[in-house]
């Protein structure tokens, strides 16, 4: 007996329209351009309302926000739907000194004075930091603060690389092409890391670096955050009072992009806000693309979209339409019930109020 030896075989939307057609009585040829428009937009409604029926564990996503003196608001990515989890992070910033390929003050890349600011000569440059002979640091989080003329913002190419030498490097992240704003911050995360002597942050693409500052962290902490609710942030009577610690946030679920309220409000420049939050499912591209689910929920996605399909499709007798329901609804409680993570769950009930 031979089997595939495959496995995590994708299909693209158009396959799913198909089968999705066929379960309406309606062979795919049959199609015209006008309802194959409509399949594609019933389909980015069935996977647009998933998020309303709970969290789908491979739309959850991690950001990574430097916060900034004085500022209280702060903005998540378009399609972010809710926290899950919000954290303040502190880092440790090991010593070490730093050094420019292509002009500029090096050392203000490094001095902890967001004022200064490294600004190359000439463009294809890097900024590098040497930890010292038999020092390596374990990098887990590397930060940049730019510096763009007149505040502005500005699109750069860059790769974070690191060396044992100083002569042979490696990626160990690759940004790639991303707008960067005048003194906002830009973090990320390195998972996993590596413990060496030399990092450095390097441009292409035509991009002069100009850097207020270059920040490689480690030994990170991180303490969860209390959500307050609309009310309670409101009633707050100094919403704009300072400390060196966020230790709460309101979430404020508007559009386009939702946004998070600190309080107290950070007076640091170096501490980060990281946030686990649910996304939307990517939206549906052309024909040939494919869907950003896993393979478990094929069955239930082409079920409900089918079910959507009989309501817009011409001639869809009205028993097949409630067939098509049933089989959407038993097929997503299946998906639905294995979407967990199966970790243990814990009580633990408050019982305080009657036992002081």
Same mark, same amino acid.
């Given at each position: 007996?031979?089997y595939?030896?495959?496995y ?5 939307v158009?396959t &799913? ?9 309606k062979? @795919?040829?049959? +199609? ?6 409509? *399949? ?8 647009t ?9 491979w739309?959850i996503k ?5 916060l900034?003196?004085?500022? $209280?608001?702060?903005? &998540?990515?378009?399609? @972010? ?6 954290l303040y992070?502190t &880092?440790t ?11 500029g003050?090096?050392?203000? @890349?490094?001095?902890? %004075?967001?004022?200064? $600011?490294?600004?190359q000569t000439?463009a294809?440059?890097n900024?590098?930091?040497?930890f010292g002979t038999s020092?390596p640091? $374990?990098?887990?989080s590397?930060?940049l ?9 500005a699109?750069w190419t860059l ?6 030498d100083a002569?042979?490097w ?7 092409s991303?707008?960067v704003t005048?003194? =906002?911050?830009?973090?990320y995360?390195?998972?996993p ?7 450095r942050?390097? @441009?292409?693409?035509?991009?002069? +670096?100009?850097?207020?500052e270059f920040y490689?962290?480690n030994?990170?902490r991180?303490?969860?955050m209390?959500?307050l ?8 009577p100094? =919403? ?5 610690q966020p230790?709460?946030? /309101?979430?404020?679920r ?7 309220? +600190? ?12 946030? /686990?939050?649910? =996304? ?10 494919e ?5 478990? /929920? ?6 409900m979209l ?7 499709l011409p ?12 089989q ?7 998906a639905? *019930?294995?979407?967990? %993570?199966r970790s243990?769950i814990? +009580? ?7 036992? =002081?």
């Open positions: 007996m031979s595939s030896d495959t995590g075989q994708v299909f693209n158009q &799913l329209i198909d089968h999705a057609a066929r379960r309406c009585g062979l @795919a040829e049959e +199609l015209t351009s006008e309802q194959l428009l409509t *399949a594609r937009e019933s389909l980015g409604f069935t996977l309302n998933l998020i309303n029926i709970g969290i789908q564990y739309a991690k950001e990574v926000i430097g900034t003196p004085e500022k $209280y608001i702060y903005t &998540l990515p378009v399609g @972010a739907n809710d926290a899950l989890n919000v992070r &880092l910033r090991p010593s070490g000194s730093y050094s420019s390929s292509a002009g003050n090096a050392a203000y @890349a490094g001095d902890s %004075d967001v004022d200064t $600011y490294c600004l000439s294809n440059g900024i590098a930091i040497n020092n640091i $374990y990098a887990g590397i930060g603060l730019p510096y763009v003329s007149g505040g502005g913002s699109t790769t974070l690389e690191y060396s044992t002569i042979t490696n990626t160990l992240y690759n940004i790639g991303v707008v005048d003194k =906002k911050w830009a973090w995360d390195i998972d890391g590596q413990s060496v002597q030399y990092y942050v390097r @441009a292409s693409g035509g991009t002069t +670096l100009a850097l207020r490689v962290g030994n990170s991180e303490i969860q209390a959500r609710n609309r009310d309670d942030y409101t009633n707050l100094n =919403k704009n009072f300072t400390a060196n230790y709460q946030f /309101w979430f404020n508007t559009v386009p992009q939702p946004e998070i309220y +600190l309080w107290p409000v950070p007076n640091e420049w170096y501490v980060q806000m990281t946030v /686990w939050y649910s =996304k939307q499912i990517m939206d549906v591209g052309d024909l040939t693309d869907l950003q689910i896993p393979q478990r /929920w094929y069955l239930a996605t082409i079920g089918a079910h959507q399909l009989s309501m817009e001639a869809v007798p009205m028993e097949r339409i409630k067939y098509l329901e049933d959407a609804g038993k097929y997503l409680a299946l639905e *019930a294995e979407e967990r %993570d243990p814990y +009580l633990a009930p408050n019982i305080s109020v009657y036992t =002081k």
